[in-house]
T-cell receptor, first 117, second 113 residues
Framework: AQKITQTQPGMFVQEKEAVTLDCTYDTSDPSYGLFWYKQPSSGEMIFLIYQGSYDQQNATEGRYSLNFQKARKSANLVISASQLGDSAMYFCAMREPPSSNTGKLIFGQGTTLQVKP | DAGVIQSPRHEVTEMGQEVTLRCKPISGHDYLFWYRQTMMRGLELLIYFNNNVPIDDSGMPEDRFSAKMPNASFSTLKIQPSEPRDSAVYFC???????????FGQGTRLTVV
């Protein structure tokens, strides 16, 4: 069964510095999708970035980039030039592969990031 | 598009009462998910639909929980009877295909007293 693990319950970063949030996953299928979401204190879930297992390059979206290491089964989120508004909980998620014909989306436990001024 | 719309945003009810949560997915999205979020258990997938058909309801905690999707633009999650341990934030999300990101509604914060 697919599994997502986020081992950092909480992280601190100084404003304007970069931070890496860890995510490892487990799947036996070669085809899958990985996602990161942000949940600020207001509670909404905001989609940040997507990486497909066959994508040749690491995904980037503005200040967000995904450090995808397929052999290690890791998909770490890198936030560059942290801002106070980045303080939130961050979730890594995986979409079950097409071969399973289900499209199930499962989440890790989340990492709380606090940006210090 | 207005995004995924959930109602109500907040619900406070007494133990034993029936609770119905509502969701309108983004138009054209084939997948609809119901999640429950608590401090202890994080984000749990309760059930999801593909083209209005329930695909996997293995996350539904008990028979007290039921979900329906009578058409492509509406889904409900019902708890009957409700219990204090059902208190949580319930999210609905939809995605275009099985390979794309899911967009979430604002959530319903349920408190059962």
């Amino acid at each position: 069964a697919q599994k997502i693990t986020q081992t950092q319950p909480g992280m601190f970063v100084q404003e304007k510095e970069a931070v890496t949030l860890d995510c490892t996953y487990d799947t036996s299928d070669p085809s899958y999708g990985l996602f990161w979401y942000k949940q600020p204190s207001s509670g909404e879930m905001i989609f940040l970035i997507y990486q497909g297992s066959y994508d040749q390059q690491n995904a980037t979206e503005g200040r967000y980039s995904l450090n995808f290491q397929k052999a290690r089964k890791s998909a770490n989120l890198v936030i560059s030039a942290s801002q106070l508004g980045d303080s939130a909980m961050y979730f890594c998620a995986m979409r079950e592969p097409p071969s399973s014909n289900t499209g199930k989306l499962i989440f890790g436990q989340g990492t709380t990031l606090q940006v210090k001024p | 598009d207005a995004g995924v719309i959930q109602s109500p945003r907040h619900e406070v009810t007494e133990m034993g009462q029936e609770v119905t949560l509502r969701c309108k997915p983004i138009s054209g999205h084939d997948y609809l998910f119901w999640y429950r979020q608590t401090m202890m258990r994080g984000l749990e997938l309760l059930i999801y639909f593909n083209n209005n058909v329930p695909i996997d309801d293995s996350g539904m905690p008990e028979d007290r929980f039921s979900a329906k999707m009578p058409n492509a633009s509406f889904s409900t999650l019902k708890i009957q009877p409700s219990e204090p341990r059902d208190s949580a934030v319930y999210f609905c999300a939809s995605s275009l295909t099985r390979n794309t990101e899911a967009f979430f509604g604002q959530g319903t914060r349920l408190t059962v007293v």
